[in-house]
T-cell receptor
Framework: QKEVEQDPGPLSVPEGAIVSLNCTYS??????FMWYRQYSRKGPELLMY????GNKEDGRFTAQVDKSSKYISLFIRDSQPSDSATYLC??????????????FGQGTILTVHP | DSGVTQTPKHLITATGQRVTLRCSPR?????VYWYQQSLDQGLQFLIQ???????AKGNILERFSAQQFPDLHSELNLSSLELGDSALYFC????????????FGQGTRLTVV
């Protein structure tokens, strides 16, 4: 079983829809939670970063972390065709060399139709 | 443009060969991370260097090695290449040792034939 599980989709939504992307994890040591967006043939781009539990909002994006359930989510409001990409969740533990080791989910492919 | 430069963009080589991938981090960044992305394994952390020293190690094969030079650029050496090593190799960099705000390069696509 992978440490981080993410539904690969693909997910297809109409423009303006609210998108919900999720990851579950098994390692209770994870403290830092990130969401990356990756366009085709490009490197991942950091969207949101959250420490421990709670919510964080940045424009149309909201990240939620529920450590008790080992579950994280990314919500995209008013989705746009330019949001079409692969979304990757990533996590790391805290302390020492753990800070440098990111564990990624498989990525969810999202397509937003005009 | 993230500011992280990787060369070459594409590489095709034969099994058993050795290749070197190069990464120049963003100006001022001291940490360099290497990742491998394949269809079956996803994005996997290989190794981190901080200011010239190895900082953290992930699922890096013994046939692979890396180093970070005094000018902070890094190289990933892949030897005795196998078909299964075909993948996208990404480099990322950050100012400190924490990988929460790392910026990724565009990657090197390696094809082993």
């Amino acid at each position: 079983q992978k440490e981080v599980e993410q539904d690969p989709g693909p997910l297809s939504v109409p423009e303006g829809a609210i998108v919900s992307l999720n990851c579950t994890y098994s390692n209770s040591a994870f403290q830092y939670f990130m969401w990356y967006r990756q366009y085709s043939r490009k490197g991942p781009e950091l969207l949101m970063y959250t420490y421990s539990s709670g919510n964080k909002e940045d424009g149309r994006f909201t990240a939620q972390v529920d450590k008790s359930s080992k579950y994280i989510s990314l919500f995209i409001r008013d989705s746009q065709p330019s949001d079409s990409a692969t979304y990757l969740c990533a996590m790391s533990a805290a302390g020492g060399t753990s800070y440098g080791k990111l564990t990624f989910g498989q990525g969810t492919i999202l397509t937003v139709h005009p | 443009d993230s500011g992280v430069t990787q060369t070459p963009k594409h590489l095709i080589t034969a099994t058993g060969q050795r290749v070197t991938l190069r990464c120049s981090p963003r100006s001022g960044d001291l940490s360099v991370y290497w990742y491998q992305q394949s269809l079956d394994q996803g994005l996997q952390f290989l190794i981190q260097y901080y200011n010239g020293e190895e900082r953290a190690k992930g699922n890096i094969l013994e046939r692979f090695s890396a180093q970070q030079f005094p000018d902070l650029h890094s190289e990933l050496n892949l030897s005795s290449l196998e078909l299964g090593d075909s993948a996208l190799y990404f480099c990322a960099s950050s100012k400190g040792t924490v990988n929460t705000e790392a910026f990724f390069g565009q990657g090197t696509r390696l094809t082993v034939v």
